[in-house]
């Protein structure tokens, strides 16, 4: 577990994740009983907060993992399209139209190719420029997966270090019950010898 804690309230990961609080003495956040039960529900809404986070970035991660073979795929056709010489016969492609369609088509050599930019749109883009644009999306989807994977470990370690925080103070508070429960015990103990 990590040190970060009081006094680095505000430190974050690279993309702005706060660190939980790592409660090393639970009387640095704990003066009284009466503080227990706002602490613990201060803890649980930050775990809540971190799996809210956990659970977007497992999407986000998903999302980019889908994408990356259909760039790499879009990347690979525009190379090859790009070793293609003027004057060579016309390949015959097939190509997807959609999950289950599928088209057959002669493809002569060409210098621009049409890419998918989202949103419905559709722009031409000479071949070297679409191959610079497909690899700097390439590049820059995998280190978006790369972050994605990073902040779901720092996720998770947070919420560990939340609950063993959750741990610690409930565990404070039940040694403290059981303290007061011995004092007034020992008390009535006392009243009835004096009292005999």
Known sequence: MSDHGKGKAASTNPRGIPYAPFVDRVEDYVSSREEVEPTLKSFQEMISKYQFMEVNTQRRAAGLK????????TLDTVQFLKTRKAGSDPIEATFELN??????AHVPPTDEVYLWLGANVMLSYPIPEAESLLESKLSSAKQNLSNCEEDLDFL?????????????????????????????????????????
Do not use: F
């Not at 889908?66 to 795929?73: G, N, S, T, V």
């Not at 999950?99 to 057959?104: E, H, I, M």
């Not at 998770?156 to 610690?168: C, F, N, P, Y």
């Open 156 to 196: 998770r370690e947070q919420i560990t270090t939340l609950e063993v925080a959750t741990a610690r103070v409930y565990n404070w508070d039940v040694t403290q019950k059981r303290k007061e429960r011995a004092t007034l015990a020992g008390a009535d103990a006392d009243k009835e010898k004096s009292g005999s």
């Open 66 to 73: 889908d994408k990356l073979p259909d760039i790499q795929k």
């Open 99 to 104: 999950d289950t369609l599928y088209a057959k």
